[in-house]
């Protein structure tokens, strides 16, 4: 079984993400924006605010995610928003949902490095 980092772990993709995994039995931390409001809870499953906006918390989480556990498998950066020119909604419609900045899951995933070299996987 793997130990799996995901970030925007509280609904949509995932969550979706999460449920299967511990399913299946792995180990999950998950990244979110508001703790208090992850209504879901799992025994294999640590939770650590984190706001991918925010470099001051992506490096906590990322000081969270190494001091409790020894490596990581998988890291899957999910935790954004779809840019302007990719917001098609259902019906058809398309709404303008503000650009999240590109860049930013580049450098977010480069503070899991270390752990991900750790994995013996
Ligand atoms: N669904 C698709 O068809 C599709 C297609 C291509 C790419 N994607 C990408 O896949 C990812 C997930 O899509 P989705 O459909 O599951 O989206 P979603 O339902 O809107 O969920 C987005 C998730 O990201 C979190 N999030 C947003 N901004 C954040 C921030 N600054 N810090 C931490 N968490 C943040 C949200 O948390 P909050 O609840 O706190 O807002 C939520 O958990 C997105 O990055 C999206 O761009 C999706």
Known sequence: MATWVITGANRGLGLEFVKQ??????TI???VRNP???????????VYQLDVASTTSVETFAMN???SVPSIDVLVNNAGRM?????????????PI?????????WSTSRFTSPM???PR
């Open 29 to 31: 931390i998950a990244g």
């Open 36 to 46: 208090e409001g992850m209504d879901f809870h799992h025994e294999q499953m640590t």
């Open 98 to 106: 503000p650009r999240s900045p590109q860049c930013q899951h580049h």
């Open 83 to 95: 840019g302007r020119t990719m917001a098609v909604l259902g019906r058809g419609r398309c709404r």
């Open 65 to 67: 995610v190494k001091s």
């Open 21 to 26: 995994l511990l399913a299946e039995g792995h």
């Open 117 to 119: 070299a750790a994995s």
